[in-house]
């Protein structure tokens, strides 16, 4: 993509839609110095919208958070119309009407004989094919996706999307203008879901499999996303606070786009929810209830066990070799290495009792039948071993309560809190990274977008802790590998298909990121 100029801040820029998303549009270019049209269908919607984000700036100029100057002249800036023809000057129109594509499609058709032929006509869509939007127009190559995120004054991705028939200049400039506009743009190439919506599919759908699955309540698998897994809010609480309806929408929109790619096949748990009117924080109940009684459910915790008197390192760990030396730090001297061809991979021996193993995507009961033991308890992924202070651990069927207590107690020893997953293939934490990084391969392998856009797009968009790319990198595309096979093995599903990507990078010894 060629590097283009911004648009010049004495171009107009009209905004379609003063809802939520189109009003903070509508602040964002008027603060970086544009004349904004703002323009509803709505009886008085345009005016309505434009008082609110005087007051906002105001407000923000109160709090010092912009200057007072400043504030004054972004609001004189943007002006209200009361019809399409009021935005004839426009030289950036970014729609932001309801999400229905025929509404859409229309008003790009009106627009088309209203605004010069140079106009750029950019989308807000978060769903809609935005090859599709320009399809049978005048001048599709005009015609791009500008995704904000909610609230868009304060999230910083913004989603440059290019249909087939999009001008490399068209999104270039609208890359550069969001850049200027002080976000963070990304390219992408129209596919459902874009890179946010796609690629963030695992964090919910894997969580709701092992909820299925009854792995454990909603507080603990969250509390594991967030203490072990570094994510900011858990699947759960997030799902409730974004609306567990427009959370399976979405799932169901590219579901359906990808011609029911099993992927993305929706949890027949979180429909069950939706039809019972179960919607999330803006209905008083979801996964959890916020009634005026509720209480706050807290994450089931393992009761403290002694800590072990001896604990000994078997191999090379691959994943949680920082929890080695917090053991060391709290006086187990694990690291005697002893050699045992059951567990290569590595694993702890606790007090000649447990085989505290990583987890890889088998099950422990599988791993303890592999291995020819029986006292096997696997721990999960954490984003950060050294600092964490929660992780899940899971019990093979064939582990006694002292092995268990014992490997409880050796974690518990590092000032981890430990939460027990029944025995589900790939626990939490593990099998949503593995199926994150898997499905940002495939958009890196199917050109959505580039690797460092895709890694960009999902700590911007949604927070992650870090780029799932990089992330894989980092646990190694091998174990990435492994854990996807293992679970493809323990499902039989297509679902837990390979990414090409990955299994390239496996054959060639190269990261994702490369
Ligand atoms: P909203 O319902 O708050 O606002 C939509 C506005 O469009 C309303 O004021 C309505 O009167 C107006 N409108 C409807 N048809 C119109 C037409 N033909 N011409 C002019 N105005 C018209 O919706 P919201 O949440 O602001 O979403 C707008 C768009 O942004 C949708 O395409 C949505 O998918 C997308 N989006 C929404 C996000 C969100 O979290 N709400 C995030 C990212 C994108």
């Known amino acids: 993509m060629g590097v283009a100029n911004a648009l010049p801040l004495a171009a107009e820029v009209a905004v379609i839609g003063a809802g939520a998303m189109g009003a903070g549009i509508a602040q ?3 603060m970086a110095g544009h004349r904004v049209c703002l323009f509803d269908t709505g009886m008085g919607a345009a005016d309505r919208a434009k008082a609110k984000i005087g007051e906002t700036l105001d407000m923000l100029a109160s709090k010092g958070k912009i200057d007072a100057d400043q504030a004054k002249a972004a609001a004189s800036r943007i002006v209200a119309v009361h019809a399409l ?7 950036l129109v970014v729609e932001a009407v309801v999400e229905d594509l025929a509404v859409k499609r229309n ?5 088309e004989v209203v605004v010069t032929p140079d106009t750029i006509l950019a989308t807000n869509t978060s769903s809609f094919s935005i090859t599709a939007l320009a399809a049978g127009m005048q001048h599709p190559g005009r015609v791009v996706g500008m995704h904000f995120f909610n609230p868009a004054p304060l999230m910083p991705l913004v989603e440059v999307v290019s249909g087939l028939a999009t001008d490399c200049e068209t999104a270039g400039v609208v890359h550069a203008t969001a850049l200027a506009w002080g976000k963070l743009p990304v390219h992408a190439r129209s596919t459902p879901g874009f890179i946010v919506n796609r690629c963030a599919r695992p964090f919910y759908a894997e969580a709701l499999r092992v909820l299925g699955e009854q ?15 570094g994510f900011r809010m858990g699947p759960f609480e997030l799902m409730d606070l974004i609306g567990l309806d427009i959370n399976l929408a979405v799932t169901r929109s590219v579901w359906e786009a990808f011609f029911y790619d099993s992927r993305f096949t929706p949890s027949v748990a979180q429909h069950e929810l939706v039809t019972a009117g179960y919607f999330g924080r803006k209905s008083g109940r ?7 009684d509720a209480l706050k459910t807290a994450p089931a915790s393992e009761s403290p066990q002694s800590p072990p008197g001896k604990v000994a390192r078997v ?33 702890l ?3 000649n009792k447990a085989w505290l193993v990583p987890g890889d995507g088998r099950t422990a009961t599988a791993i303890a039948a592999n291995g020819g033991v029986r006292d096997v308890v696997i721990y999960d992924l954490a984003f950060d071993f050294a600092k964490c202070s929660r992780v899940g651990v899971a019990r093979a069927d064939t582990c006694s309560d002292a092995a268990f207590a014992a490997a409880v107690g050796a974690l518990q020893a590092c000032g981890i809190a430990v939460s027990r997953i029944d025995d589900v293939a790939g626990m939490i934490v593990l099998r949503t990274v593995a199926m994150l990084s898997n499905e940002a391969a495939d958009a890196v392998a199917q050109g959505v977008a580039s690797a460092a856009d895709v890694d960009l797009a999902m700590q911007k968009g949604v927070n992650y802790p870090s780029g799932p790319l990089a992330w894989g990198d980092v646990l190694g ?33 190269d990261k994702l990121r490369t």
């Open 107 to 111: 008003l790009f058709r009106e627009l």
């Open 477 to 509: 595309v091998v174990y990435v590998r492994d854990t996807l096979a293992n679970l493809a093995a323990h499902y039989g599903e297509d679902r837990y298909r390979l990414s090409p990507l990955i299994a390239r990078r496996c054959a060639s010894g």
């Open 85 to 91: 023809g009021d935005l004839v000057s426009a030289k």
């Open 215 to 229: 792995g454990a309540d909603p507080a603990t698998l969250d509390a594991l996303m967030r203490d072990a897994g």
């Open 28 to 30: 964002i270019a008027a």
């Open 315 to 347: 191999g090379e760990l691959r994943m949680g070799a920082e929890l080695v030396a917090r053991l060391a730090n709290s006086g187990l001297a694990p690291d005697v290495a002893i050699a045992d061809p059951r567990f290569p991979q590595g694993a």
């Open 286 to 292: 979801g996964f959890f209830d916020y009634g005026p």
């Open 349 to 351: 021996r606790i007090d």
